[in-house]
């Protein structure tokens, strides 16, 4: 989950910044180029801009991914990419991100509803009125109905996976198991077709944040068929399904029954989007490095591999379709606080001075794809750039961290074991390697990227260290700290985001006097500090946040790195130089 | 390391044959150099720790000077930074030693391609001999039990197995594995021989002279195995070299940083045009030592296993 | 014959219920837990039941087994009210992970592991066959010398080694082939054959390698034997002579070992398909192992191991044909 906005970060980016002088890297890298002492991130020289100018209408996207989507059941899409993909092209929310580059994207704007909803009894109720002439693909009007709808559906146990945030905040949702038994959930209300009431178990002041989500996106009864409708969603936006051929291929072409007038956020340029699917992730870079025929208007769905990195930066050609968008998501290593030998603080601080960021950001693609992370929140919460409190060097300090080690009893070491997404193996050796110079010997479990969560998620059977990130929600601290730090969050079982079973009673106490402040500006500084603070009791070491990089074809327009989808090409926007040279 | 060179001197009995053989093998160049080629990786493992130790580079020892963390962590230097102080280059991005991997790597392949072949062989051997000499029920169990075994779909059922298996050690789980779905194959080499020897003279001889079973078994029968075993042990060899190294190409063998052959491949492959020393240097090891098993397997089959070297 | 089909058929029935029964308890045994995987990154226990109840993962291990047994033959619905899902037979059970049934799921990528093994089956039965015929019949010449080396070369090159070197030579460098991305043979038969050709070459280099050196000793073998004396003795030429007689008694063991190779391969070639990315059965199977739905991996293994049993089947029953001296 990640959604947020960093306002001066793009401005960083575009400077021609020396990462070595940002602090980041350290005091120790040679300049073996010698010029000026150091390089500028020849990766974000596009951040926060436009590429290809405005596209023309017409002509068909083509999108290579090495994958299918997770789902695309608005229900059940809670994968940053896939909302990105689900909700700029099929389905439409109650709100919706600004399709603008940098850190404008971050705003919300209306999108099904004509503002950005109303709130009364104290941010306890929120009510949200439709736009009129919303249609979908059939003609047929979208209706206030079919977001309860679909929010109910996202209670069912045969559609799991979604985002669980109207589980969270929706009165009476306990023990509620979606629609499919004929029962309704009463705190979602629907006094007439354009108007809908949600009322809330506590006050929530974000509320419109959370409307985003694909779970407030339209489904209409007569068309849900439970699990199959993940093959077919019913499209409410400027586009609809042709066909889908599972892991293989899916097309989609205009519905025209979407009506521009309606919306502000998409443009739909290309008559036709085709997302040819399973093929090797490196074949892809290899194919839009080269951008022949075909393949001029083609993106890639997923990142650019670390092992192209080669082939892109030296080449201006290449470089100028380079996108690198920050993903503005914390990379951590949290260590089980609960357990020896991490329960004493000075072991874990001394894997804080042990580890090594530098190595893992090479093992991440170098600092030209990875910024290196001196605090939890990432730098779109501090106002673009995170403090160093610590100051350990980015190469770690593996002498501070023996010492620490002797001081808290270990003077030989310890073993342990981390948990990583199999994606994470290359970072994960980088930290084993470097927490091994200090006497911690770490063995790696790598764990498929979709079982992940649910491994690190049962907190009895789990390793003592997990190799994980979290990003905000939206650019507030409430969406970052109490997730990761809160201990009254911990789940034994599917637990998420405070895997450092972090359970501090004056942390907690904080958290609490800070969402109660009315004044944004004061809790936005005493999150900050907050931060700081729980840095200093090192439940998790803050590693790196990651950028995006996505190299596009020659012929594609329009097109920027979406900072509320991690970076992913905006689809809202994204069209073709010239329609006519693709094929259709 | 049993199953590599029949040496004579090791072999209990009639040194007549033994001899014969060793003459056949001498003369043909093929034998000396895949036995050359056997050697030195069998060296290369054996000797991991002391050969990387004087290269001056452990296998999970980054180096960050010799990769550019800017292009992705290309290596720095000529052919995939071949140096004085890295002789076959690094690895990108992590910047370990190549040789240090490559060495330390045979000894990960090697260890589990033999231990598993060692297992398929014993085991296979016994259920063949027990199943051809004392036939009736025990035979038809047993080739019931090996007909089983080899309808399993043997790669897909081991990539299943070891992808789910968590907390265990993975070089065992992996040889015991693999040896599971081999014996079939051995047992019916031996069955069959074991067929053929039960009714011979010297052992209807060693039984009216009143040895019991299992001396007839070890003394009479194992010795007359002995030879098609060993040239189909050598030859099973280089399967299960390459199963290994697609267990761990696929990415379900041993776990990082422990470097094998085929994880080395599986990683090196999407290097193979930006760094393509990285990808050659594993590739190479695991082709040499395959085809040399395969070519010192053949000369073996033709000279101690009878039937097929008939030619 | 008839007698010895039936009963081989019934002894296929039992092996793959067996093969069923093992994969069953090992996949379903094993710490993995698909309604965790499903549930997602935030989970509640409460929500993590009730997926749980929804697949039957609450129900004992020998009521799952049952009910998988019989949904093969009669098919199964599974939940009840407005989602119930109907997998009709045969029903190898329901993947949630790919929201289809599984047979349906297996239908829909055999074509490609079909396609893929098919074709490199023709290729290397052509380059095999020739190579160990030809050596065979120029036996200790420079020729069989230069064909064996080269036979034995190429069996020990790893399939994803000469895979990469197929690409970087064929696509990267000459352009002569694009990057392999599947067409049906329906839509277009030009464009499913090049965008396989490297697939087959690659998988025939491999199997063709073994094929040459497996053909050239069983036609030695076969043209040492007395009647081919007889024969070349009564004077039939000598095509004749290796192609009547001697190939069709050399063809026994090749015969087995295709039966092997084919029925393996039919079930998806894992490695070849993840290379090209192929969406075969290997690839489906792959995927299916991370996500652990174990549905699909059960579906696979089963049809893995159907395909090898029925292949090896085959290969008797046609034994009976090719070679003269087999009767049932």
């Known amino acids: 989950m990640n959604k947020r906005t960093c306002t001066a970060l793009a401005a960083l980016l575009a400077a021609p910044l020396a990462l070595g002088a940002a602090g980041c890297s350290g005091g120790e890298r040679q300049s073996d180029d010698g010029k000026d002492g150091g390089r500028k991130n020849p990766a974000a020289a596009n951040a926060g801009a436009v590429l290809g100018g405005t596209p023309q209408k017409g002509g068909t996207l083509t999108v290579l991914s090495n994958q299918d989507f997770t789902h695309l059941d608005p229900a059940r899409n809670w994968v940053m990419s896939d909302m990105d993909f689900g909700t700029r092209l099929l389905y439409r929310t109650l709100v919706t991100y600004r399709a603008a580059p940098g850190a404008q994207g971050g705003e919300i704007v209306p999108d099904l509803a004509t503002d950005l909803g109303t709130p009364s009894d104290g941010a306890r109720t929120w009510t949200f009125h439709l736009k009129q002439g919303v249609k979908y693909e059939d003609g047929t009007p979208v209706t206030a109905q079919d977001v309860k709808y679909n929010v109910e559906r996202s209670f069912s146990p045969d559609l799991p996976g979604g985002a669980d945030y109207a589980a969270r905040y929706l009165a009476g949702a306990e023990g509620y198991r979606g629609p499919a038994e004929g029962k309704h959930l009463d705190s979602v209300k629907t006094p007439d077709e354009h108007t809908i009431v949600f009322e809330l178990n506590k006050p929530f002041a974000e509320f419109p944040n959370a409307t985003v989500m694909p779970t407030f996106a339209p489904v209409p009864q007569s068309r849900d068929k439970g699990p199959q409708y993940d093959n077919r969603p019913f499209s409410s936006g400027p586009y609809k399904v042709d066909s889908y051929d599972r892991n293989k291929k899916l097309v989609l072409v205009r519905n025209d029954h979407w009506d521009p007038r309606t919306d502000e956020v998409r443009k739909a340029y290309p008559d036709k989007l085709v997302v040819v699917m399973g093929l090797k992730a490196n074949q892809i870079d290899d194919r839009l490095i080269a951008s022949q025929g075909a393949d001029a208007s083609a993106v890639s ?4 591999r670390p092992e192209s990195a080669a082939k892109v930066l030296p080449d201006a050609q290449v470089r100028q379709r380079l996108l690198a968008e920050s993903q503005n998501c914390t990379d951590m290593v949290q260590m089980h606080t609960g357990r020896a030998p991490f329960d004493d603080v000075r072991v874990r601080r001394a894997v804080q001075y042990a580890l090594d ?31 160093d409190t610590l100051k350990i060097p980015a190469t770690g300090d593996a002498g501070k961290a023996k010492e620490l080690l002797k001081e808290a009893g270990k003077p030989d070491g310890f073993s342990t074991k981390m948990t990583v997404s199999s994606g994470d193996k290359g970072r994960a050796e980088a930290i084993q390697q470097s927490l091994g110079k200090a006497g911690i010997k770490v063995t790696i479990e790598t764990i498929d990227p979709s079982a992940f969560y649910a491994t690190i998620g049962d907190t009895k059977n789990r390793t003592d260290m997990v190799y994980t990130g979290w990003c905000p929600d939206y650019p507030s601290g409430s969406t970052f700290l109490p997730f990761v730090f809160d201990g009254r969050f911990v789940k034994e079982k599917g637990n998420s985001g405070n895997h450092s079973l972090f359970r501090d009673d004056a942390t907690m106490k904080r958290m609490d006097g800070i969402a109660a402040m009315t004044d944004p500006k004061q809790a936005t500084r005493a999150w900050q500090q907050l931060d700081g603070e729980i840095l200093a009791k090192a439940p998790a070491v803050p590693v790196l946040v990651r950028r995006w990089p996505l190299v596009l074809g020659t012929n594609i327009a329009g097109a920027y790195g979406q900072t509320s989808f991690g970076g992913q090409l905006d689809y809202a926007t994204a069209g073709l130089k010239d329609p006519s040279r693709s094929q259709g | 390391m049993t199953t590599t060179a029949p040496s004579p001197s090791a072999l209990p009995t009639g040194n007549g044959p033994w001899r014969l053989a060793r003459r056949e093998l001498r003369r043909r160049p093929s034998v000396t150099v895949s036995l050359a080629v056997v050697a030195l990786f069998l060296l290369m493992a054996a000797g991991a720790p002391l050969l990387s130790a004087l290269a001056g580079w452990s296998p999970e020892e980054f180096d960050k000077n010799a990769v550019d963390p800017y292009l992705g962590g290309r290596p720095i230097g000529p052919l995939g930074g071949v140096s004085a102080d890295h002789w076959l280059g690094v690895e990108p991005v992590t910047g370990r030693d190549l040789f240090a991997r490559v060495v330390h790597g045979a000894q990960v392949s090697l260890l589990i391609a033999l231990t598993a072949t060692a297992i398929v062989v014993v085991t296979g051997t016994a259920a063949g001999i027990a199943a051809g000499y004392f036939g009736g029920r025990t035979d ?61 003279e010297y052992v209807d001889a060693a039984r009216v002279g009143g040895s019991g079973p299992w001396r007839i078994l070890t003394r009479d029968i194992l010795p007359g195995v002995s030879g098609p075993v060993i040239a189909y042990t050598t030859l099973i060899v280089p399967g299960m070299i390459a199963t290994e190294a697609a267990l761990s190409y696929l990415g379900v063998g041993v776990r990082p940083p422990t470097p094998s052959w085929g994880q080395m491949i599986a990683e090196s492959v999407a290097f193979y045009d930006t760094d393509p020393m990285y990808f050659v240097v594993p590739s190479t090891c695991l082709f040499l030592t395959v085809l040399a098993f395969t070519l010192l397997g053949d000369a073996l089959r033709d000279v101690l296993d009878p039937r097929s070297s008939r030619t | 014959m008839i007698l010895y089909t039936a009963r081989r058929l019934l002894g296929v029935a039992g092996v793959l219920l067996a093969i069923a029964a093992v994969t069953f308890t090992v996949f379903y045994v094993l710490p993995s837990d698909p309604a965790a995987v499903a549930c997602g990154k935030s989970c509640s226990t409460d929500r993590l039941e009730a997926i749980r109840a929804h697949m039957g993962l609450d129900r004992p291990l020998w009521r799952q087994f049952a009910d998988f047994v019989t949904g093969i033959f009669t098919g199964r619905t599974m939940g009840s009210g407005r989602y119930a899902l109907h997998c009709s037979f045969p029903c190898l059970g329901y993947s949630y992970e790919n929201s289809a049934s599984v047979w349906a799921l297996l239908m829909d990528r055999l074509p490609v592991s079909a396609s893929l093994a098919l074709g490199a089956a023709v290729l290397w039965l052509l380059l095999g066959l020739s190579a160990g015929v030809t050596a065979a019949l120029r036996k200790d010449t420079l020729t069989d010398r230069a064909l064996m080396v080269g ?11 000469t895979s990469m070197m197929l690409i970087y030579g064929l696509i990267r460098v000459a352009g002569l082939l694009p990057y392999p991305q599947y067409v049906p043979l329906g839509d277009d038969p030009l464009h499913w054959a090049s965008n396989l050709l490297l697939p087959w070459l690659a998988l025939a280099l491999l199997y063709a390698a073994m094929y040459a050196r497996q053909s050239r000793s069983s036609m030695i073998e076969a043209m040492a034997e007395p009647y081919i ?41 894992v490695i070849t398909e993840s290379i090209f990315g192929l969406p075969g059965i290997g690839r489906l199977f792959y995927g299916a192992l991370s996500t652990g739905d174990q549905p699909v991996i059960l579906g696979v293994t089963l049809m893995a191991a159907a395909f090898i049993v029925v292949a090896n089947l085959a290969v008797d029953l046609l034994y009976a044909v090719v070679d003269p001296r087999v009767r049932y």
Do not use: C
């Open chain 1, 301 to 304: 769905w997923g990142a650019l």
């Open chain 1, 357 to 387: 960021r530098e190595a893992v950001m090479t093992a991440s693609g170098g600092p030209a794809f990875n910024d290196p992370s001196t605090a939890y929140m990432p730098a779109a919460l501090f106002g673009g750039k995170q403090p």
């Open chain 2, 140 to 200: 038809a169990v047993l080739s019931r039990l090996m007909d089983l075994t080899m309808s399993f779909p043997s790669l897909i059922f081991m990539i299943a197995m070891m992808s789910v298996a968590k907390d265990v050690n993975r070089v065992l789980l992996m040889t015991a594995v693999i040896g599971l779905f081999g014996w079939p194959g051995v047992a019916r080499v031996v069955r069959g021989q074991a067929l053929s020897l039960k009714h011979r």
């Open chain 3, 151 to 161: 036979a034995v070369a190429a069996a020990s090159l790893p399939v994803y080694f």
């Open chain 3, 229 to 269: 004396r007889t024969a070349r003795a009564k004077g039939l030429p000598r095509r004749t002579v290796v192609v009547k007689h001697g190939l069709r008694a050399g063809m026994t063991p090749i015969l087995t070992l295709f039966g092997m190779d084919l029925g393996g391969l039919l079930a998806g070639a």
